[in-house]
């Protein structure tokens, strides 16, 4: 990983890409437990969107992207964690995007911490690596949840089928912040960036 992108990691620490999860707050870090989302299994009072196309806008449709993989390499699917949780934010980054790392390096402490308790769900999806245009490996997961300490699954898309949410925009768009609700409708979309209004929409439309 370049000096660059990981400035607000700590970029120039050796350590800081090596060392070792924290196993109190890195979701994942044993790749024996597993879950609904990890095998794919939507909870049965889910009901999945009957739509195979979307273009995630406020408003619309999530139609969950397929074929992705944990930092375990098993199977994800973004439809059993959207069921369970009151609210799923959906990160999509790549290694090579400086605002992708400047969002990772915080957002335990703006988001995870202060919502996930009140029913937030967190996914991470990472479209690719250092290099534009490579696939998404799961060590390159593994490395970019170790390094953030990042309590909340992370997954790659090795076959780039979350391009389609942020195909009106770019690369350029990146990362893209969508919330997402229990019946699959998209509740809010930021892209290119952080937004800063995030933490007060959240805590306005999660339980207090």
Not at 86 to 96: D, M, N, P, S
Not at 133 to 149: I, L, P, Q, Y
Not at 187 to 195: D, E, I, M, N, S
């Amino acid at each position: 990983m370049t000096c660059a992108l990981w400035a607000a990691a700590g970029c120039g620490n050796d350590a800081a890409m090596t060392a070792a999860p924290d196993a109190s707050n890195t979701a994942g870090a044993s790749c024996g437990a597993t879950d609904a989302s990890a095998t794919g299994d939507a909870p049965a009072t889910c009901t999945t969107p009957a739509a195979t196309t979307s273009d995630y806008e406020t408003g619309q449709v999530f139609v969950p992207i397929p074929k992705l993989r944990d930092c375990c390499d098993r199977p994800f699917d973004t439809a059993a964690s959207i069921c369970s949780a009151k609210l799923t934010l959906v990160l999509i980054g790549a290694g090579w995007c400086e605002a992708c790392a400047k969002e990772a390096a915080t957002i335990m402490d703006d988001i995870v911490k202060p919502f996930v308790p009140r029913g937030l769900e967190v996914i991470q999806i990472l479209y690719e690596p250092d290099n534009p245009g490579d696939v998404a490996t799961t060590s390159f997961c593994v490395t970019w949840r170790d390094t953030f300490k990042l309590g909340f699954p992370v997954v790659t898309d090795p076959f780039k089928k979350s391009g389609a949410v942020f195909k009106s925009v770019g690369s350029k768009g990146l990362p893209v912040t969508l919330v997402v609700d229990s019946n699959f409708v998209v509740q809010y979309r930021f892209t290119g960036g952080a937004p800063s209004e995030l933490e007060a929409w959240l805590d306005a439309h999660l339980p207090k």
